[in-house]
């Protein structure tokens, strides 16, 4: 038998001559537990030259680099069909998760409102969270301090550094098995103590700020007796009588101003008001004043005291430089919360005319007469007329 007949040649004109191929060939195939025999599989087959299909005389273009016989390259996941494929994906969860909101709203209702405000605060926290992700990246590289930032970044690296706090608390107390459980049910039943602003409802944030205020103004008292009993300590007899004076208005319900402060400026910068030579009782009471837990050794009450008025006054600091015209009527309210004010239930302007005073007071202290800012929270919050004159109204 001839050897053409054995063997079969592609011709390719223009083109090295391809090599003899068997006519069969053994190949394996899985699932198969004896060998195939049939024609070999190609996975490339060559194909004729352009000009062997072009008329005679035609001449290509002179520009042409691209080689004949080079093979094309084949695309098996291009990105366009990934990017439909996600995005395809991604409307059809929408759509999803919108029938199922539908059907729990429908059917059931009250965990419906559970489930959205959940949602939603996860939602925003997130987004806290990556706000906050943003400004450290900013601070690492640029360089730039804490009180060297905006008044609004620096309000949102210490409101986000709270909310760290209490969530770290309940990854704490779910760690053992079967744990979730417990957490579910302590986010039920106390919301205030375990979640964080974020997960509550609009008549939650209400409440759990009246009880806040109601804690740190049982306080007040305390604070109060604490000055008087530092008043006989004071070597100044001149601040002694200033000191006399402002406990006398506080007692009798009528606010103290400004310059009643500024002139015992240096009484609360050394023995006995400064933060150094508070005694545990008065430093547990100023604790509560902030909302700082006075479960603490007195080391640790004097540090967070001091961290506590140093952030305070830089705060003061940006705010003065951003204006209180630039604030919203929320932030202007959850400034004047953090300084010791019921702002709750104020009106806008009476919490704009004590944020104003506020500033004016705070910026003009030294470090290291903090204590008298401290004081100041209890001292120009405890008798302000807004309130009184919300309720007489």
């Given at each position: 038998m001839a050897l053409s007949r054995l063997y079969k040649r592609p011709v390719s004109l223009g083109c090295a001559p391809a090599p003899p191929e068997p006519l069969f060939?053994?190949?394996?195939?899985?699932?198969?537990?004896?060998?195939?025999?049939?024609?070999?599989?190609?996975?490339?087959?060559?194909?004729?030259?352009?000009?062997?299909?072009?008329?005679?005389?035609?001449?290509?273009r002179a520009n042409s680099t691209s080689s004949p016989c080079r093979p094309r390259r084949l695309h098996l996941s291009p990105r366009e069909d990934v990017k439909s494929l996600v995005s395809s994906f991604v409307a059809k969860t929408k759509v999803v998760n919108e029938k199922y909101n539908r059907f729990l709203e429908r059917r059931f209702p009250r965990f419906y409102v559970m489930y959205s405000i959940f949602v939603k605060g996860f939602q925003m926290l997130l987004a806290d969270a990556k706000k906050a992700r943003r400004i450290k990246t900013f601070m690492r590289q640029k360089k730039v301090m804490f009180h060297q930032l905006s008044y609004r970044d620096m309000e949102h690296l210490r409101q986000f550094r709270q909310d760290v706090v209490k969530c770290l608390f309940l990854g704490i107390i779910s760690i053992p098995p079967f744990a979730n459980y417990l957490v579910f049910l302590l986010m039920y039943l106390y919301p205030r103590q375990v979640l964080v602003h974020h997960f509550?409802?609009?008549?939650?944030?209400?409440?759990?700020?009246?009880?806040?205020?109601?804690?740190?103004?049982?306080?007040?008292?305390?604070?109060?007796?604490?000055?008087?009993?530092?008043?006989?300590?004071?070597?100044?007899?001149?601040?002694?009588?200033?000191?006399?004076?402002?406990?006398?208005?506080?007692?009798?319900?009528?606010?103290?101003?400004?310059?009643?402060?500024?002139?015992?400026?240096?009484?609360?910068?050394?023995?006995?008001?400064?933060?150094?030579?508070?005694?545990?009782?008065?430093?547990?009471?100023?604790?509560?004043?902030?909302?700082?837990?006075?479960?603490?050794?007195?080391?640790?009450?004097?540090?967070r005291l001091n961290k506590h008025s140093t952030i305070l006054h830089q705060l003061d600091k940006a705010l003065k430089r951003l204006g209180t015209g630039q604030l919203t009527a929320q932030e202007v309210k959850s400034a004047c919360y953090l300084r010791g004010l019921d702002s709750t239930h104020l009106a806008e302007d009476w919490c704009r005319f004590w944020l104003a005073q506020w500033l004016y007071f705070s910026c003009s202290l030294k470090n290291t007469e903090m204590s008298l800012l401290l004081h100041a929270v209890v001292l120009l919050s405890t008798n302000y007329p807004g309130r009184r004159h919300l309720e007489s109204c």
């Open positions: 060939s053994l190949r394996l195939q899985p699932g198969r537990r004896s060998p195939a025999w049939g024609p070999p599989r190609l996975f490339f087959r060559p194909r004729l030259l352009r000009s062997a299909r072009r008329p005679v005389g035609f001449a290509p509550w409802t609009s008549k939650q944030q209400v409440e759990f700020l009246d009880i806040y205020h109601a804690q740190r103004k049982q306080s007040h008292p305390k604070i109060l007796s604490c000055l008087e009993k530092a008043i006989p300590l004071i070597p100044n007899p001149v601040h002694q009588w200033h000191f006399t004076q402002l406990y006398a208005k506080v007692q009798n319900g009528n606010p103290p101003g400004i310059n009643d402060l500024l002139p015992l400026k240096t009484c609360f910068s050394v023995y006995p008001l400064a933060i150094s030579h508070l005694s545990t009782a008065h430093l547990k009471a100023l604790s509560r004043a902030m909302l700082l837990t006075p479960h603490l050794p007195s080391v640790l009450l004097r540090y």
